[in-house]
């Protein structure tokens, strides 16, 4: 007996360690990876308990300057799946990633999501030198921040729901139920902006970096970038910028944290405005959009 029941822990004890590293945070826990803060916020609200998220862009860090760290490329190695987003350094990490993790399921979030495009910076035709980033929607490159509208954040939540039940269809009600209540609370906090944001529609919102695209088309204001195709303005474009701000009655600037943003400071100085601190990238996602809805409304009315 004793032999008997030796024989069995053993078997328990090689089943969870292949559980283990096969992605398995202990054996209840799907071990994954996303891309960037909000996203995590995603996976744990439609996954639960049942997974433990890991994020390669961590606070403070900028999803444009990011690049893998040895220990994270190891630790990849052994989780579950990879959620993508869309953002940049992405295809540079799926090169890296190759052959040698093989096993690792890898998961589009972005598929099925309406694009916008950034509109390029110096069109002639548009009666502005700096371009409004509206008229370009279908000029230049996708714009990656599609976290930033509550209805685009819904169909990436389906695909998490989708994936999740893939990779652990032993639980997918659960993952529907959790789904479900996600969308709802998605709805409700959209609802709320669109009513807070209301007294400013169709004002124009200046940004350092243009990463509130989606915000301000699912709320029916105008996104106008400071920074040039990922660099600060020259002298002349700076100067251009100020009269253009001037013009349109502007009086706050919106910077993000992983900018350093020193031209918007210049603006801002030069219209008598202020700059506002705004971050897309904060986990809290939910509680985070409706702070950045309730600092823009406060800098444009």
Not at 17 to 38: K, Y
Request: glycine content about 10%.
């Amino acid at each position: 007996m004793k032999k008997g029941a030796i024989l069995l822990l053993i078997a328990v004890l090689v089943a969870a360690c292949w559980h283990t590293a096969r992605g398995q945070a202990g054996p209840f826990r799907i071990t994954v990876f996303v891309s960037i803060l909000p996203q995590s916020y995603f996976l744990e609200r439609i996954g639960g308990d049942r997974v433990r998220v890991e994020v390669l862009v961590g606070e403070g860090q900028s999803p444009h300057t990011y690049e893998p760290t040895p220990k994270q490329m190891a630790r990849l190695n052994e989780a579950r799946a990879l959620f993508l987003i869309g953002v940049g350094f992405e295809k540079g990490l799926m090169k890296k990633i190759g052959r040698s993790h093989r096993s690792l399921v890898i998961v589009e979030t972005q598929k099925g999501v309406p694009y916008r495009y950034l509109a390029g910076q110096d069109h002639r035709n548009d009666g502005h030198g700096h371009g409004n980033d509206r008229a370009g929607k279908r000029a230049g490159t996708p714009d990656p921040h599609i976290w930033m509208s509550p209805k685009l954040v819904q169909i990436q939540a389906r695909n998490i729901h989708d994936a999740l039940c893939r990779l652990d269809p032993a639980h997918k009600q659960q993952y529907a139920m959790n789904l479900k209540a996600f969308l709802d609370e998605l709805d409700r906090v959209d609802a709320r902006i669109a009513r807070s944001l209301a007294p400013v529609r169709g004002q124009k919102m200046y940004v350092f970096h243009p990463a509130f695209g989606y915000f301000a088309d699912a709320y029916g204001l105008v996104q106008v970038p400071i920074e040039i195709e990922g660099k600060e303005p020259g002298a002349r474009q700076l100067a251009d910028l100020i009269d253009r701000a001037r013009a349109d009655g502007v009086r706050v600037i919106f910077v993000q944290p992983q900018f350093s943003g020193n031209s918007a400071s210049v603006v801002a100085k030069a219209i008598g405005g202020t700059v506002i601190p705004i971050n897309p990238l904060s986990k809290e996602y939910l509680a985070n959009l409706e702070n950045i809805a309730s600092a823009v409304e406060q800098g444009l009315r």
